[in-house]
């Protein structure tokens, strides 16, 4: 994040620095954004993505039913299949995230695909 402006909040600083750690193909919920960082809330790091993701990698910070982010999801479903996360398809045929297998814990690190992206 070396290019990261002095005008940005503190807080917003510490969420997007979280986003771009997180490995191709594995995502982050809103809520464990915040747990990780141990302050704020879902909605607070939804906010800071909204007004400042543009920058990071805003596909792998998504909500807990693993939807794609409303209104960006055919750009979302790009990265997921790029990345080769995993995905799942609803009875409705809608793709989802396949969150147990998609979840980032923010602490593991030595997994093959997970080399050199840090």
Do not use: C, F, K
């Not at 800071?48 to 055919?74: C, F, K, Q, T």
């Not at 809608?94 to 093959?112: H, I, K, Q, V, Y």
């Amino acid at each position: 994040m070396g290019g990261m402006s002095e005008e940005l909040p503190a807080y917003a600083e510490r969420v997007l620095e979280l986003a771009e750690r997180i490995p191709p193909g594995r995502v982050m919920t809103y809520g464990d954004v915040a747990e990780w960082l141990g302050e704020g809330g879902p909605r607070q790091v939804g906010r800071v993505m909204a007004l400042y993701g543009g920058a990071v990698p805003w596909w792998r910070v998504v909500r807990a039913d693993g939807r794609p982010l409303p209104g960006s999801e055919i750009r979302a479903l790009e990265h997921y299949r790029t990345e080769a996360t995993p995905l799942r398809l609803t009875a409705g045929g809608e793709a989802r995230l396949n969150m147990p297998r998609a979840r980032w814990d923010g602490r593991e690190r030595s997994a093959a695909r997970d080399e050199g992206h840090m």
